[in-house]
């Protein structure tokens, strides 16, 4: 028997970084993100040999342990060993005997939510085995308690419930970890074309988001009035997003993701560069409307509206560069399990 999960990628088309506390405690946030067909598998084979063996998939990347109900965590591991203790830990079971590989469609540090979806996935592989009572909020809501708090990993909420639910969400967070999932029904039509226009590209530069992360936490627990006001402008476009989209009101995406950009800059210093900037305005230059920068920032993907065909033009311009675009569609479901008897 071996029991396999998927979960999706995301981008974040506004609102970034409203969703990481104490902002969201303190203020609400508010997020608009889709899922894309880039995905985070996890696949698990049930032993009987007293031993729990990791693996990253395409790599030599291995290691093995006595089974046991508390793993140590080892570099590079930390996010198969975290979820296995809290599921092991939440609901009082014996240690358990298996082997668990993974393998992520993007690399990880570029920005499109690749740790957050990998524990997704990794969690929905144990639900599926050992036939977890959780439900979508659930399954996410544990993922982002493994991740953040068992093993205090800093990020914020949104990409967990993007992996869990899948489609284009408009997610409401706020204090005590409440959060609200709200499935944006868009006309066909509506969705063909923001995906016909979005240019999604990868910087070839990853990055560490917890640097980021952390000096963003800091500026608002200082009250650092100018991060916390473009904090409360990203809250903003998130809203204006979801009537644009809503409305079918195409036109205007650039214009809002430009907005965003400029106020997200403002958030903590090390989120742009020369690269980055150099990028974004060979974009504008060759037609793009605006743009961003996927994720918390400093590198990884860069995405931009591209109107009226434009976007040929944008992709060889800013492939110049020394990136690569990354072809995409929008994808509607979220976490999946099955399992395969052999």
Same mark, same amino acid.
């Given at each position: 028997?071996?029991?396999?999960?998927?979960?999706?990628?995301?981008?974040?088309?506004?609102?970034?970084?409203?969703?990481?506390?104490?902002?969201?405690?303190?203020?609400?946030?508010?997020?608009?993100?889709?899922?894309?067909?880039?995905?985070?598998?996890?696949?698990?084979?049930?032993?009987?040999?007293?031993?729990?063996?990791?693996?990253?998939?395409?790599?030599?990347?291995?290691?093995?342990?006595?089974?046991?109900?508390?793993?140590?965590?080892?570099?590079?591991?930390?996010?198969?060993?975290? /979820?296995?203790?809290?599921?092991? #830990?939440?609901?009082? $079971?014996?240690?358990?005997? &298996?082997? %668990?590989?993974? +393998?992520?469609? @993007?690399?990880?540090?570029?920005?499109?939510?690749?740790?957050?979806?990998?524990?997704?996935?990794?969690?929905?592989?144990?639900?599926?085995?050992?036939?977890?009572?959780?439900?979508?909020?659930?399954?996410?809501?544990?993922?982002?308690?493994?991740?953040?708090?068992?093993?205090?990993?800093?990020?914020?909420?949104?990409?967990?419930?993007?992996?869990?639910?899948?489609?284009?969400?408009?997610?409401?967070?706020?204090?005590?970890?409440?959060?609200? /999932?709200?499935?944006?029904?868009? #006309?066909?039509?509506? $969705?063909?074309?923001?995906? &016909?226009? %979005?240019?999604? +590209?990868?910087? @070839?530069?990853?990055?560490?988001?917890?640097?980021?992360?952390?000096?963003?936490?800091?500026?608002?627990?200082?009250?650092?009035?100018?991060?916390?006001?473009?904090?409360?402008?990203?809250?903003?476009?998130?809203?204006?997003?979801?009537?644009?989209?809503?409305?079918?009101?195409?036109?205007?995406?650039?214009?809002?993701?430009?907005?965003?950009?400029?106020?997200?800059?403002?958030?903590?210093?090390?989120?742009?560069?020369?690269?980055?900037?150099?990028?974004?305005?060979?974009?504008?230059?060759?037609?793009?409307?605006?743009?961003?920068?996927?994720?918390?920032?400093?590198?990884?993907?860069?995405?931009?509206?591209?109107?009226?065909?434009?976007?040929?033009?944008?992709?060889?311009?800013?492939?110049?560069?020394?990136?690569?675009?990354?072809?995409?569609?929008?994808?509607?479901?979220?976490?999946?399990?099955?399992?395969?008897?052999?």
């Amino acid at each position: 028997m071996i029991i396999r999960s998927k979960a999706p990628l995301r981008i974040g088309l506004a609102g970034g970084g409203t969703d990481v506390s104490p902002y969201s405690d303190i203020y609400g946030g508010a997020i608009l993100n889709a899922t894309i067909d880039l995905y985070a598998y996890a696949s698990l084979e049930p032993l009987h040999n007293q031993s729990i063996e990791f693996c990253i998939d395409g790599t030599d990347r291995c290691i093995k342990f006595e089974a046991q109900k508390e793993l140590p965590l080892v570099e590079g591991f930390e996010l198969f060993a975290g /979820v296995y203790n809290r599921v092991i #830990k939440q609901f009082n $079971l014996p240690a358990q005997s &298996f082997r %668990l590989s993974s +393998y992520i469609e @993007a690399p990880q540090g570029s920005g499109l939510g690749t740790s957050s979806t990998l524990v997704v996935s990794l969690l929905g592989a144990f639900v599926e085995w050992l036939k977890l009572p959780l439900g979508k909020y659930d399954i996410a809501h544990l993922a982002y308690e493994i991740e953040r708090i068992d093993l205090n990993m800093s990020g914020g909420k949104q990409d967990q419930y993007a992996a869990t639910f899948g489609g284009i969400n408009y997610i409401e967070f706020f204090a005590n970890d409440r959060v609200i /999932v709200n499935p944006l029904q868009l #006309k066909p039509e509506v $969705l063909h074309e923001l995906e &016909f226009n %979005l240019l999604l +590209y990868f910087t @070839a530069t990853q990055r560490l988001s917890a640097a980021i992360i952390n000096e963003q936490v800091q500026n608002v627990k200082q009250k650092n009035e100018k991060s916390i006001e473009a904090m409360h402008n990203l809250k903003e476009q998130a809203h204006q997003m979801k009537d644009c989209l809503l409305r079918g009101e195409l036109k205007q995406i650039g214009t809002i993701l430009h907005f965003g950009w400029q106020n997200k800059k403002q958030m903590a210093l090390s989120i742009s560069n020369t690269l980055i900037d150099t990028i974004y305005q060979t974009a504008l230059q060759n037609g793009a409307t605006g743009g961003k920068i996927s994720g918390a920032g400093g590198g990884g993907f860069m995405f931009f509206f591209c109107p009226n065909t434009s976007k040929i033009k944008v992709a060889h311009a800013i492939e110049i560069l020394g990136g690569k675009v990354q072809p995409f569609k929008f994808t509607q479901q979220g976490l999946t399990t099955w399992t395969i008897h052999s």
